[in-house]
């Protein structure tokens, strides 16, 4: 049975560690925060949206990057398997809105713990506060490289034979797994060490972007609206006329720009290409200008003394109708009968488009994910094994995969440690 060494106690770094020892490998888990599990322990506001209990393509719909990449491990270890493994160990879940998986207590140290304890019953060794800093691998001999049955592609030339770590130690293996996770929160010991271990190899490692991320916006009113959450809103975000997105649901302001659900998935699906964009805003797209126009007048109407300001408030959150007023040039404090026709259709284009400029994405320190990393063309799918150094896999966020938020990252993270468990258990 393989000598296994995992670089990396996050999410899927636990898991693989989990898994192949039950099946029989020696392994070592090598960490260089104190404890295992510290980004996990704040996923889903630490209540760990685990998985999501979907059907399959409705899954792979949520996976943004490589999706088709995914297939065998998520055949092999799904998100039933995953609810299953956690069920099977005294671990509670339950399903909520979105068909996301909680933990029935709400904890994520739950699922830490249950993780563990299996590590633990199969006698993984943890070495905690040591920093893996090169993937030592040696040549493979060229009958032993050639033989077997048919190779379609370049087989490996080398082969991972241990590990060096940042305290001058090495650690001796048959497999290791690079588990380091990608770029986001990087005080959780994220911070990016694997795409350097893969370089060394050869990998190549796409660009980094934080993902799952809130966006900058040039016009400073979104400060004065910092908190506010805006429910059943459109967005719209294009460049040069070309839509890059679009979406229903719920958002916020921040302090330097916008956030929220429908936020997060434009990041994660127009990525980069955000930046610079115009992002418009529809405040009431269940009803079209014409009703609009009709709801404004009955308003207008019913209390012609009023202050336009007052009508506003009627339409929009108190927070927002400073900011409103701005965008569509009209003084607050007019009366309401004396508004123009000419203001009324100001004051609803405002209300279906509503427009502010995006200057730039967050940065890692508040991104959910890192959309990029290594290369998936150089792995295989079914078990994680890098196709130029043999014995050396990848999982988790290391590779360039990226998901929308509702337990799919997790998955990812859960199925690609299973595919590389099943492979160096079959050794
Ligand atoms: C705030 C937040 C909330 C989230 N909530 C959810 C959620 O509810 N559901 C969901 O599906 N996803 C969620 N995610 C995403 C999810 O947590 C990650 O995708 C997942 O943890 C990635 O797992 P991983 O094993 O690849 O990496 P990580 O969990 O990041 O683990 C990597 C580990 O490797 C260690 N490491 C790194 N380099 C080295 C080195 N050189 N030597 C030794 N150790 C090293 C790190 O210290 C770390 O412990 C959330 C992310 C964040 C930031």
């Given at each position: 049975?393989?000598?296994?060494?995992?670089?990396?106690?996050?999410?899927?770094?636990?898991?693989?560690?989990?898994?192949?020892?039950?099946?029989?490998?020696?392994?070592?888990?090598?960490?260089?925060?104190?404890?295992?599990?510290?980004?996990?322990?704040?996923?889903?506001?630490?209540?760990?949206?685990?998985?999501?209990?979907?059907?399959?393509?409705?899954?792979?719909?949520?996976?943004?990057?490589?999706?088709?990449?995914?297939?065998?491990?998520?055949?092999?270890?799904?998100?039933?398997?995953?609810?299953?493994?956690?069920?099977?160990?005294?671990?509670?879940?339950?399903?909520?809105?979105?068909?996301?998986?909680?933990?029935?207590?709400?904890?994520?140290?739950?699922?830490?713990?249950?993780?563990?304890?299996?590590?633990?019953?199969?006698?993984?060794?943890?070495?905690?506060?040591?920093?893996?800093?090169?993937?030592?691998?040696?040549?493979?001999?060229?009958?032993?490289?050639?033989?077997?049955?048919?190779?379609?592609?370049?087989?490996?030339?080398?082969?991972?034979?241990?590990?060096?770590?940042?305290?001058?130690?090495?650690?001796?293996?048959?497999?290791?797994?690079?588990?380091?996770?990608?770029?986001?929160?990087?005080?959780?010991?994220?911070?990016?060490?694997?795409?350097?271990?893969?370089?060394?190899?050869?990998?190549?490692?796409?660009?980094?972007?934080?993902?799952?991320?809130?966006?900058?916006?040039?016009?400073p009113f979104c400060a004065e609206m910092a908190g506010l959450t805006l429910k059943n809103v459109r967005v719209e975000v294009s460049r040069n006329g070309q839509e890059l997105y679009?979406?229903?649901?719920?958002?916020?302001?921040?302090?330097?720009?916008?956030?929220?659900?429908?936020?997060?998935?434009?990041?994660?699906?127009?990525?980069?290409?955000?930046?610079?964009?115009?992002?418009?805003?529809?405040?009431?797209?269940?009803?079209?200008?014409?009703?609009?126009?009709?709801?404004?007048?009955?308003?207008?109407?019913?209390?012609?003394?009023?202050?336009?300001?007052?009508?506003?408030?009627?339409?929009?959150?108190?927070?927002?109708?400073?900011?409103?007023?701005?965008?569509?040039?009209?003084?607050?404090?007019?009366?309401?009968?004396?508004?123009?026709?000419?203001?009324?259709?100001?004051?609803?284009?405002?209300?279906?488009?509503?427009?502010?400029?995006?200057?730039?994405?967050?940065?890692?320190?508040?991104?959910?994910?890192?959309?990029?990393?290594?290369?998936?063309?150089?792995?295989?799918?079914?078990?994680?094994?890098?196709?130029?150094?043999?014995?050396?896999?990848?999982?988790?966020?290391?590779?360039?995969?990226?998901?929308?938020?509702?337990?799919?990252?997790?998955?990812?993270?859960?199925?690609?440690?299973?595919?590389?468990?099943?492979?160096?258990?079959?050794?």
């Amino acid at each position: 049975m393989s000598n296994v060494v995992i670089i990396g106690a996050g999410a899927s770094g636990l898991m693989m560690a989990a898994l192949a020892s039950e099946r029989g490998c020696s392994v070592t888990v090598v960490e260089k925060n104190e404890k295992a599990g510290k980004k996990l322990y704040i996923t889903g506001k630490g209540r760990c949206n685990l998985t999501n209990a979907g059907d399959r393509d409705s899954i792979m719909e949520s996976i943004v990057t490589n999706g088709r990449f995914l297939y065998s491990s998520f055949n092999s270890f799904g998100n039933y398997d995953v609810m299953d493994f956690f069920e099977s160990r005294g671990v509670k879940l339950k399903v909520e809105r979105g068909m996301r998986v909680f933990p029935e207590s709400d904890k994520a140290s739950d699922i830490i713990r249950c993780l563990e304890k299996t590590c633990a019953k199969f006698n993984v060794k943890f070495i905690y506060g040591v920093r893996a800093t090169e993937i030592l691998t040696e040549q493979i001999e060229n009958e032993k490289r050639d033989s077997g049955a048919a190779v379609k592609r370049k087989a490996p030339e080398r082969r991972a034979v241990g590990v060096k770590l940042d305290n001058g130690g090495i650690i001796p293996c048959d497999c290791l797994a690079v588990a380091t996770g990608g770029l986001s929160y990087p005080s959780t010991g994220s911070t990016g060490d694997g795409y350097g271990l893969a370089r060394a190899l050869g990998h190549k490692v796409t660009k980094c972007f934080p993902s799952l991320v809130s966006v900058r916006i040039e016009e400073p009113f979104c400060a004065e609206m910092a908190g506010l959450t805006l429910k059943n809103v459109r967005v719209e975000v294009s460049r040069n006329g070309q839509e890059l997105y679009t979406g229903f649901g719920e958002m916020l302001f921040t302090h330097t720009g916008v956030s929220g659900p429908l936020i997060l998935s434009c990041t994660a699906k127009a990525g980069i290409a955000c930046e610079g964009a115009l992002l418009k805003l529809d405040l009431k797209p269940a009803v079209d200008g014409g009703e609009l126009e009709s709801r404004l007048l009955r308003e207008i109407k019913e209390d012609p003394n009023k202050q336009l300001k007052s009508v506003i408030r009627r339409m929009l959150p108190a927070a927002m109708v400073p900011a409103f007023l701005y965008k569509a040039a009209i003084d607050g404090t007019k009366k309401a009968v004396f508004v123009t026709k000419e203001e009324r259709q100001r004051i609803i284009q405002v209300l279906k488009g509503f427009d502010m400029h995006i200057t730039g994405l967050g940065g890692y320190n508040e991104a959910v994910v890192t959309k990029g990393g290594i290369e998936v063309k150089e792995i295989n799918p079914a078990t994680m094994e890098s196709r130029l150094c043999e014995g050396v896999f990848f999982i988790g966020e290391v590779l360039d995969l990226d998901a929308l938020t509702g337990g799919y990252n997790l998955q990812i993270a859960w199925s690609t440690a299973a595919a590389a468990a099943m492979a160096v258990s079959a050794r």
